[in-house]
Nanobody, 126 residues
Framework: QVQLVESGGGLVQAGGSLRLSCAASGRTLRTYGMGWFRQAPGKEREFVAA????????YYTDSVKGRFTISRDNAKITVYLQMNSLKPEDTAVYYC???????????????????WGQGTQVTVSS
């Protein structure tokens, strides 16, 4: 497992943008598939976006397609979630997660991820 730390959350008006970052302390995320999930009050944690370990595929939940982009830096140390055109319904705690190395399965379920960050709050005001 890896220790993940998210940053970049905050309060933004509807229509605004935020960029979330996720890094592992002292190590590269080169061989890990990475995902972003979110959890709103009173709701289950839900899948938002993911990128495969070799960066050949990205996945998004329907509600964020065209607005959110998941990516990594070239050094494979940090994973980002660029969030544009934010809506009040995007308000949640956002979690970064990592799969086991060289993972080749589905990215949509929380059970497929073995390491989690502590979460960062995103609040979108109307």
């Amino acid at each position: 497992q890896v220790q993940l730390v998210e940053s970049g959350g905050g309060l933004v008006q509807a229509g605004g943008s935020l960029r979330l970052s996720c890094a592992a302390s002292g190590r590269t995320l080169r061989t890990y598939g990475m995902g972003w999930f979110r959890q709103a009050p009173g709701k289950e944690r839900e899948f938002v976006a993911a990128i495969t370990w070799n960066d050949d595929m990205t996945y998004y939940t329907d509600s964020v397609k065209g607005r959110f982009t998941i990516s990594r830096d070239n050094a494979k140390i940090t994973v980002y979630l660029q969030m544009n055109s934010l809506k009040p319904e995007d308000t949640a705690v956002y979690y970064c997660a990592a799969t086991r190395p060289y993972y080749g399965g589905s990215y949509y379920a929380t059970s497929n991820f073995i390491s989690w960050g502590q979460g960062t709050q995103v609040t979108v005001s109307s």
